[in-house]
């Protein structure tokens, strides 16, 4: 599946970038690029921004493992700060746990930029449904 950030504005935002996708474990790796207007006076990304970043590549990730057919509705989202998030390139990975009919597992992780340190983790429940045709 071709797959194409730039055509959604909320990921534009945040600098999202394709890097791969690995069909047998489900697993979608992203680049993101927290800018400037994210980061608050402590100098790291704000943590509801830091969430969304996580939510993209879970996100995603599912969609890619429908080949586009199906979006996750998000029930619940936990996401753990475990270090400042900072301003500029980010890496993440997005993972498919276990894919039902009518529930979704999903996990995130947000790495500095050279993939070494692990900032955030994620997991969250969601509902599968049809992509409403919106894909770029």
């Known amino acids: 599946m071709t797959f194409k950030p730039e055509g959604f504005a909320h990921s534009e935002l945040m600098g999202a970038e394709f890097v791969g996708f690995d069909e047998v474990s489900q697993t979608i790796t992203m680049n993101f690029c927290a800018p400037e207007v ?15 970043f996580l939510d993209e590549a879970m996100g995603w990730a599912y969609t890619c493992s429908t ?6 509705l998000m029930l619940d989202v936990t996401f ?11 890496s993440a990975t997005g993972r498919v746990v276990k894919s039902g009919r009518r529930v979704v597992f999903l996990e995130a992780e947000l790495f500095s930029e050279d993939g070494k340190t692990l900032l955030a983790r994620s997991t969250s429940t969601a509902i599968p449904t049809e992509n409403p045709g919106i894909m770029p």
């Not at 994210?38 to 969304?52: D, E, N």
């Not at 080949?67 to 996750?72: E, I, L, N």
């Not at 270090?83 to 500029?88: D, T």
Request: positive net charge.
């Open 80 to 90: 753990s700060l475990l270090k400042p998030v900072p301003q500029g390139p980010l």
């Open 38 to 52: 994210f980061i608050t006076p402590r100098k790291s990304v704000q943590g509801g921004l830091v969430a969304g």
């Open 67 to 72: 080949g586009g057919t199906h979006s996750p």
